[in-house]
């Protein structure tokens, strides 16, 4: 149990944080969305780069090909 004496600010924090969960569900929302989208730039990347280097080997223009 919480101590008499400071029940009424635990019960305070209590609250403040179950009225903050909305608020911090929209933002992991947000991150993972943005998550996601840097996940796809990311891949794609290192598709282009793949490419690229296999472009160039192809070519003779890569260092050690």
């Not at 600010?9 to 209590?14: G, H, P, S």
């Not at 990347?45 to 070519?59: I, P, Q, V």
């Amino acid at each position: 149990g919480v101590p008499a004496d400071v029940y009424d600010e635990y019960m305070e924090a209590f609250d403040g944080f179950n009225e903050a969960i909305p608020e911090w569900e929209a933002l992991t929302d947000s991150v993972r969305s943005q998550e996601q989208r840097c996940e796809k730039l990311a891949d794609r990347h290192n598709e282009k780069g793949a490419e690229l280097r296999r472009f160039l080997s192809t070519e003779g223009l890569l260092e050690g090909s």
